[in-house]
């Protein structure tokens, strides 16, 4: 997401922030704490509205992820 033409829909500001967030998808993996959705968030650096973005995990980073909870 380099070189991202944001603007706020809320505040009409450029001015943004890149971040990454990983939640459990359903039960299987709320009981196991497997992380397996990833999203990409972009945060207005005036007003700190969010946008989420969901984005592809690997089955690497799911079985790591696994092991080191």
Known sequence: MKNLNYTC???DHKGY???QMRAT???FSKIFDIQNQKFTSVICKRCTYTEFYKTKTSALSNVFDFFTN
């Open 25 to 27: 998808g359903g039960t």
């Open 9 to 11: 829909p809320k505040c």
């Open 17 to 19: 922030d890149i971040g």
